[in-house]
């Protein structure tokens, strides 16, 4: 059984910056890539980033390139979503996802676990 529990998420205001961990269980974390996506109100769930299984390969959305930086800690079983210069935008809940496989990936289909979410707030 895996298990995926976000936290870090909070109100911030525009130009800050907040980290957001992922606590997985399961004794395979560290054979699959991982990923962060986030949904706004009324609008779909989206990509954000994602790292593969050994930390080698990462992606990011091209609108949060430069200020996001996803990291994992295989020996703890967390992955990491460092935030900067967050701006209104950024406000979504967030999502951390488990791979189907060892590699990065954007799309969301390719994550067959997902936590309950992060609430991330940005004010202006």
């Known amino acids: 059984q895996v298990q995926l529990v976000e936290s870090g998420g909070g109100l911030v205001q525009a130009g800050g910056s907040l980290r957001l961990s992922c606590a997985a269980s399961?004794?395979?974390?560290?054979?699959?890539?991982m990923g962060w996506f986030r949904q706004a109100p009324g609008k779909e769930r989206e990509f954000v980033a994602c790292?593969?299984?050994?930390?080698?390969?990462?992606y990011y959305a091209d609108s949060v390139k430069g200020r996001f930086t996803i990291s994992r800690d295989n020996a703890k079983k967390m992955v990491y979503l460092q935030m900067n210069s967050l701006k209104p935008e950024d406000t979504a809940v967030y999502y951390c996802?488990?791979?189907?496989?060892?590699?990065?990936?954007?799309?969301?289909?390719?994550?067959?676990?997902w936590g309950q979410g992060t609430q991330v707030t940005v004010s202006s």
């Open positions: 996802a488990r791979g189907r496989a060892s590699y990065a990936s954007r799309e969301r289909d390719n994550y067959d676990y």
């Open positions: 399961g004794r395979t974390f560290s054979s699959y890539g």
């Open positions: 790292i593969s299984w050994s930390g080698g390969s990462t």
